[in-house]
């Protein structure tokens, strides 16, 4: 992980795994468990749910130019996210994720994007 304060980017070397499918999409992470390494991306999206999860999760949502605009650490269980303005996709992780990285509201996120079966 790089942080550069001064240009206020994040360069995160983890496995962005994509949600393709509206069936990924729907499910999330409601049957999976990331790796350490793994985080869950879905574009096109301005709100989350954890209906049917069994741990807390964070949540990151990032604007068209990966601007972090909103975060939800540890979010809980059976809940739904605000609508959040400007949202252009969503960034679902193990909960813990975003105090490890030093992950910030403002701050703008370079990620990689691996494709894999998500589920």
Known sequence: MINNIKNSTIRLNICVLQAKSFRERLFGLIFKRLKGTEVFL????????????????????????????????????????????????????ESGFISKHDIYVDVILNLQILRKNIL
């Open 42 to 93: 879905i574009k096109n999206c301005n709100s989350v749910h954890t209906f049917w999860m069994f741990r807390k999760i964070d949540i990151i949502f990032l604007d068209q130019n990966n601007k972090v605009i909103s975060l939800f650490k540890d979010f809980k269980t059976f809940r739904f996210t605000p609508f959040i303005k400007n949202a252009v996709c969503v960034i679902e992780a």
